[in-house]
T-cell receptor
Framework: NAGVTQTPKFQVLKTGQSMTLQCAQD?????MYWYRQDPGMGLRLIYY???????DKGEVPNGYNVSRLNKREFSLRLESAAPSQTSVYFC??????????????FGNGTRLTVT | GEDVEQSLFLSVREGDSSVINCTYT??????LYWYKQEPGAGLQLLTY?????DMKQDQRLTVLLNKKDKHLSLRIADTQTGDSAIYFC???????????FGSGTRLLVRP
């Protein structure tokens, strides 16, 4: 039982390059999330998917797109990377929403550097 | 708006108690959470408190909630070196899908 798996673990991009961060969960969770973590700023929600077939913007969606490919997988795409997108990206999942009975389970993160 | 604030750093001696504080702004929050992040890993849920409670105890962890002052604290009794990590306070935002995190408090436990 792997939980939430993110790939890759590390990535270096040049400004303007594109890439997709992959996330998969094996807990049959309905909701999935992408967060970014920056020093002194905690975690900020980029996009989330409440259930298969739906996606919604979080606090900081600009410069990103997402795809909920199926119930298991939720990918995050950077079409034209910028240095401001240097961050650690976390994928998370929950059974439904983020309430008491539905805590978030996090992956181990992808550390992205844009030069 | 929704905002959660925490101090950035706390250092304690092994065996002492640690108290990590958090303030939040959304008075409609129904649940408040503490997550722990160890180096190189994602966040793990430590404990939570429902907004109609004042206190919750879970082994070495005690959560205190002052709803009037919108202040939440996490006390760790008999702090161990394995407790060294970043601790995040979080509240449910107006959407039940949006967990709003504080900036995290880095706890360092000295031997």
């Amino acid at each position: 039982n792997a939980g939430v798996t993110q790939t890759p673990k590390f990535q270096v991009l040049k400004t303007g390059q594109s890439m997709t961060l992959q996330c998969a969960q094996d807990m049959n969770h309905n909701s999935m999330y992408w967060y970014r973590q920056d020093p002194g700023m905690g975690l900020r929600l980029i996009y989330y998917s409440a259930s298969e077939g739906t996606t919604d913007k979080g606090e900081v969606p600009n410069g990103y797109n997402v795809s909920r490919l199926n119930k298991r997988e939720f990918s995050l795409r950077l079409e034209s990377a910028a240095p401001s997108q240097t961050s650690v990206y976390f994928c998370a999942s929950s059974e439904a929403g983020a309430g008491m009975d539905s805590p978030l389970h996090f992956g181990n993160g992808t550390r992205l550097t844009v030069t | 708006g929704e905002d959660v604030e925490q101090s950035l750093f706390l250092s304690v001696r092994e065996g002492d108690s640690s108290v990590i504080n958090c303030t939040y702004t959304d008075s409609s929050s129904t649940y408040l959470y503490w997550y722990k992040q160890e180096p190189g890993a994602g966040l793990q849920l430590l404990t939570y408190i429902f907004s109609n409670m004042d206190m919750k105890q879970d082994q070495r962890l005690t959560v205190l909630l002052n709803k009037k002052d919108k202040h939440l604290s996490l006390r760790i009794a008999d702090t161990q070196t394995g407790d060294s990590a970043i601790y995040f306070c979080a509240e449910i935002g107006r959407s039940s899908y949006k967990l709003i995190f504080g900036s995290g408090t880095r706890l360092l436990v000295r031997p």
